[in-house]
């Protein structure tokens, strides 16, 4: 069973910087793509970045040229380095996975994963 888990997320003030980490396990054939996802309280949850296998990547208008997504295949894992942190960006940051992987019962089934969910929160 394919399972994510994130790490990095803590208190930091504006400006600063963080770097959170995915770690993807499990009976995985082949990983489409991977992303980050955010939720701050009272909103939906929204897209932050991806990186698919081709390596393109997408981001949210907001954390351009401020966050960067990236991928250690060796590793199953995928991280994110965001710069220049604002109030704004306080929220817990999930991590997604587009998957091809087996179950609990061998069978191979693709679909999204989710990690547990990590904090960040940007205050002075």
């Known amino acids: 069973q394919v399972q994510l888990v994130e790490s990095g997320g803590g208190l930091v003030h504006p400006g600063g910087s963080l770097r959170l980490s995915c770690a993807a396990s499990?009976?995985?054939?082949?990983?489409?793509?991977m992303g980050w996802y955010r939720q701050a309280p009272g909103n939906e949850r929204e897209l932050v970045a991806a990186?698919?296998?081709?390596?393109?990547?997408n981001y949210a208008d907001s954390v351009k040229d401020r966050f960067t997504i990236s991928r250690d295949n060796a590793k199953d894992t995928i991280y994110l380095q965001m710069n220049g942190l604002k109030p704004e960006d306080t929220a817990v940051y999930y991590c997604?996975?587009?998957?091809?992987?087996?179950?609990?019962?061998?069978?191979?089934?693709?679909?999204?994963?989710w990690g547990q969910g990590t904090q960040v929160t940007v205050s002075s």
């Open positions: 990186l698919n296998s081709e390596g393109t990547t």
């Open positions: 997604n996975g587009d998957i091809l992987g087996k179950d609990r019962l061998g069978n191979y089934q693709r679909r999204i994963y």
């Open positions: 499990g009976s995985i054939f082949i990983t489409y793509s």
